[in-house]
């Protein structure tokens, strides 16, 4: 790559820093960070030690910008999202040179990727998910009656909202979309704790051992290989309606894709499939329980679930960054972009830009328009985006109307981490009828 001689771009050491820390994104500080950024060095040069240079998009205009022009801005030619120097060096040792752990649709680029978004893409869209409408809603019906029956004689319930629903109501959806047994839900969101949460000291495998003393860790991915590799094969051998067989007997190019490509695929439907739905459901109840004003508006006004659906996702913005490689020496928004270099997109920060979004800060459930960069934008326009969507409608749909009270009843924590991030506890106090 190139050195990036554009010193006088260099962002300040602190905010550099905070890019790259963990709990800063679980404490707020990231916000901060990100507000400072777009109004002094909106696109600026992070210098780390131990990770190579990049650039910072924070701006929502360039987000959009560098998103929408993927022949421009690769996402396979370096890793796609942040990696140390070291770390990058154990993948390349151990994938034959590949910056790539996984061959998913986030790391490929034309021609590849528009070949394998096909295989699958046709049971993302609405028309399709349709059908499927009658299902979410019995398992969400479940979740809410789970709520209901823990509640004691006045009606008064207690509970931690992301371990009793938050995590396991769209684990259940992907699962059995995927056709995932039942019995190995808990497998599921285990494995996918550990692979987003392998830098939060209660979430990550090696949970016990301090940060800067722990190995470089495939054994995650390995896990869900093994696990995907007997899923698929009984997939093979007993055909099903289900998306697990549609990737078991997938074709590029008239050729059976390869075993990589196929458990890529399997772990990113798995994993992106329900963290991130998970994150925004507990983070509008979150949002909600401190803002009775916001409640009492939705619970007055049903219609505006589809909005709330969509500020949630703004709100919590799961996804934190996805990193590009320059193809071309470029010019972006006035900065001298060289061919090879890295820029992360900070989604989180075009999604609280004052210049797009009125009181960026403040969670308004009816707000409209929406032009949230949650599920990113261009081509790797997030895959399962109606099914996000739809899920969550369905849940608030069967839990508003019964919901009279919410408070919070403990600390809330997000968990610690800079690439996929969330509530991680929840406490409420609830009422329901
Ligand atoms: C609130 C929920 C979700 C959020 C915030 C989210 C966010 C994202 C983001 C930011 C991207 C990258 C977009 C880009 O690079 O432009 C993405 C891609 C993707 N998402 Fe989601 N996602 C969500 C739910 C889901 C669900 C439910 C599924 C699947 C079942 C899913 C599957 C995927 C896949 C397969 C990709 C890769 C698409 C590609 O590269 O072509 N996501 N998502």
């Known amino acids: 790559m190139s050195v990036m001689t554009a010193a006088d771009h260099r962002i300040p050491q602190d905010l550099a820093d905070s ?21 002094n060095e909106p696109l600026g040069v992070a210098r780390i030690e131990g990770v190579d240079p990049f650039w910072v998009v924070t701006r929502h205009a360039d987000i959009l910008e560098v998103s929408r022009q993927n022949d421009l801005f690769h996402n396979g030619d370096r890793s796609p999202t942040l990696i140390g120097q070291e770390g ?19 790391h490929m680029d034309a021609p590849d990727h528009l070949k394998y978004r096909a295989l699958t893409q046709a049971w993302f869209m ?18 809410v009656e789970k709520l209901a029956a823990a509640t004691d004689a006045e009606g008064v319930g207690h509970c931690d909202f992301v371990q009793a629903v938050a ?31 392998a830098a939060d000291p209660e979430l990550a495998r090696d949970a016990g051992t301090p940060p800067e003393e722990r190995d470089f860790d495939f054994s995650v991915i390995i ?25 078991a007997n997938s074709q590029v190019d008239g050729a059976p894709i390869s075993d990589l490509e196929a458990m890529s695929y399997y772990i990113i439907v798995a994993t992106a499939g329900h963290d991130t739905t998970s994150s925004s459901t ?14 009492a508006k939705v619970k007055a006004d049903l219609s505006l679930i589809p909005a709330l659906v ?30 090879g270099d890295w820029l992360m997109l900070c989604y989180a920060s075009g999604n609280r830009d004052e210049a797009v979004f009125e009181a960026p800060d403040e969670f308004h ?69």
């Open 282 to 295: 507990a983070g509008a109840l979150w949002a909600l329980a401190e803002n009775p004003a916001e409640f």
């Open 365 to 433: 459930a009816d707000r409209r328009p929406n032009k949230h960069l949650a599920f990113g934008y261009g081509a790797h326009l997030c895959l399962g985006q109606h099914l996000a969507k739809m899920e969550m409608r369905i849940l608030w749909e069967e839990l508003l109307p019964r919901l009279s009270e919410l408070a919070l009843d403990g600390a809330p924590a997000m968990s610690e981490a800079v690439f996929v991030n969330g509530p991680k506890r929840l406490p409420i106090r609830y009422r329901m009828s």
């Open 223 to 247: 896990d869900f290989s093994n696990y995907f590799r007997a899923l698929s094969e009984s997939k093979r051998a007993d055909p099903k309606d289900d998306l697990a067989t549609v990737i």
């Open 19 to 39: 890019l790259v820390t963990p709990p800063a994104y679980a404490d707020g500080r990231i916000f901060e960070t990100y507000r400072r950024l777009r109004s």
């Open 88 to 106: 990058d060096r154990k993948v390349r040792e151990m994938m034959g040179g590949s910056p790539h752990l996984l061959r998913t649709l986030i």
């Open 126 to 143: 609405p028309q399709n998910l349709k059908r499927l409408e009658d299902q979410i809603r019995v398992i969400a019906k479940a979740a």
């Open 167 to 197: 995590l396991h109501y769209p684990l259940r959806v992907i699962m059995s979309i995927m056709g995932v047994p039942q019995d190995d839900e808990p497998r599921m969101l285990k494995l996918t704790q550990e692979l987003f949460g």
């Open 310 to 339: 969509d500020e949630s996702i703004r709100w919590t913005t799961p996804v934190k960054t996805f990193m590009r490689t320059a193809t071309e020496d470029v010019d972006l928004a006035g900065r001298d972009i060289k061919k």
